[in-house]
């Protein structure tokens, strides 16, 4: 079962980095698409533990990503819709954690994603994941912060138009149950578009070289 998932503002900077946009280079049959699903070290919207009531924010661990790419194969969907894979890191997904975050490169083939592209209704990513060991501090009354140490990170899902944020206008979160998939805000991005306009090679003239093989003789 897919969980709610939360949206956050456009990171324009982490640790004194510039985070790259998200860039969309759109092609006549595919769309290539390079941005980050997710800012590690980077403090998530206050949510609400379901079982406590207790709030918290939440932080992805430098590292947690890298190691949780090294055992599952992660797939590539369309607004967390498991009947709208694109993909997977199988095939045309490559993800890695730099020192920034999460970062993702597919080739999309989808006809609706290279219309969506077209239409510039693309907005981010966003990825579920199960949270395997986790620790925690408290950072003021009532207020702790949860460090995601070691995490299966089971999806990233491209994000249209069409899902919105839940909860938007509150800062108040809710977190998804113990074994549910969790869904992390989506790291809305102002994506770059980039058309990309294939030349088609001109057919070659061998008339010049016919004609002169008659000259020579030549059939």
Not at 40 to 54: E, F, I, L, W
Not at 100 to 114: K, N, P
Not at 171 to 176: F, V
Request: proline share 3%.
């Amino acid at each position: 079962m897919v969980g709610p998932y939360r949206v956050l503002p456009e990171v324009e900077m982490q640790r004194g980095k510039k985070v790259k946009k998200m860039r969309v280079e759109i092609r006549s049959d595919s769309v290539t698409i390079d941005g980050y699903v997710n800012a590690v070290a980077r403090d998530s919207r206050p949510m609400k533990d379901r079982k406590t009531g207790k709030r918290f924010v939440e932080q992805i661990v430098p590292g947690a990503f890298e190691r949780a790419l090294k055992h599952n194969e992660v797939q590539l969907l369309l607004n967390h819709d498991e009947n709208r894979n694109l993909g997977s890191t199988e095939s045309n997904l490559t993800l890695y954690e730099d020192s920034i975050g999460l970062r993702a490169h597919a080739v999309i083939t989808d006809a609706e994603v290279i219309e969506k592209a077209r239409k510039k209704q693309l907005r981010g990513w966003s990825f579920g994941f199960h949270e395997l060991d986790a620790s925690e501090e408290e950072i003021s009354k009532g207020m702790q912060r949860r460090y995601v140490e070691e995490l299966e990170l089971l999806e990233v899902s491209l994000i249209d138009q069409r899902k919105q944020p839940c909860y938007q206008g509150t800062s108040i979160e809710t977190r998804a149950e113990d074994g549910s998939v969790l869904i992390p805000e989506v790291l809305e991005t102002r994506a770059e578009y980039v058309d990309i306009i294939e030349k088609k090679e001109s057919p070659v003239d061998y008339s010049g070289y016919k004609n002169r093989l008659k000259e020579l003789g030549g059939k």
